[in-house]
């Protein structure tokens, strides 16, 4: 998804500090930001959708398991 100021945001299932998925950012000029890297514990592992921005500039998504 885009935002207004043309940043994409994106999830991996794997990967990240911890291997359990990242939720990422890439601005206007290619530059990849990973914004967070899932533990695998209370904040899950494996998001298996992408994430939705809402008009504040939050986003939400879910994750495979706990």
């Known amino acids: 998804m885009e935002d207004s100021a043309g940043n994409f945001y994106g999830t991996t299932e794997g990967g990240g ?3 359990c998925g990242t939720v990422f ?3 206007a ?3 990849e930001t990973i914004l967070y ?3 695998g514990g209370e904040d ?3 998001p298996y959708t992408g ?3 809402d008009a504040a500039g ?3 998504g879910v994750t495979a398991a706990r």
Do not use: D, M, V
């Open 29 to 31: 000029a290619g530059k």
């Open 51 to 53: 994430a939705i921005l």
């Open 17 to 19: 500090t911890y291997n």
């Open 37 to 39: 890297s899932f533990t």
């Open 44 to 46: 899950g592992k494996g």
């Open 58 to 60: 939050n986003l939400y």
């Open 25 to 27: 950012k890439i601005n």
